[in-house]
């Protein structure tokens, strides 16, 4: 493409949620403020540093799944990094079209693009990864411990997650009589996003309704999905805000 067909075709199949470099010096204009655009750097620092700690050299033979993958950000940079072969799954076909188009591009390859609704996904039709990433996915579901099930399945070795997470409530519930009671650590919030999927908002989730966790909530999911082990990950010096203060977290899981 000439750099006027690039442009023309970036207009053409935006809005963009990433800025991607491509050829010629050209670039997709992120729709995102450029203050919170820092959160894609942070989170992007973390995955690699997750990464190299965990597969050391054998990250080269590594197959990754990127579920959520959005534009493929995050699937590009895993490429990138070295993980021998990714596969991008998002629920919006028009968020796969500019991940392929960046693809092509940049010339990165052993890279696929996959439209699914997540939680209707049907983990033993793709197999196994050593690597599972989910970021900025978990607290826009409705049935969010349907979906780590299916994430449990998909991993062969790791997932790293990244979610909003909310402050924690504790109490004791009446179960069944006001003598017979529970203690209860964590919650899982509700919250409306009706307005933005009725206005066709691209980052809300299939459905209106969204389930946040708190951190507890997200360790005890997690262990009853499956996973052994559950580490909140270290923010690095720098990072964006919300990780900074631990209003988002990346957690790393182990099968």
Known sequence: MTTAELQEKIAEIGPWFYSFALPGGVSTPSKIPREVQAIFETRREMMESALRAHFG???TSVRAVDVGCHEGYYALAMRKLGVAE???ID???ENLRRA???AEQQNVSA?????ADVEELNPASLGTFELTLCFGLLYHLENPMRVLRRLHALTGEMLLLETQVVAEVEGVAE???REWTRPFQGVLAVIDESG???QGNQETGSTPVVTCPSPNALRFLLHAAGFREV????PPAGAYEQLARRQRVIVRALR
Do not use: I, M, P
Request: without cysteine; hydrophobic residues 45%.
């Open 57 to 59: 050299e054998k990250l």
């Open 86 to 88: 990714v596969l991008g």
């Open 91 to 93: 629920y919006r076909e």
């Open 100 to 102: 392929r188009f960046v």
């Open 111 to 115: 890279l696929r693009f996959l439209q």
């Open 175 to 177: 179960w069944g009589s």
């Open 196 to 198: 933005e999927y009725a």
């Open 231 to 234: 580490t909140f990950l270290d």
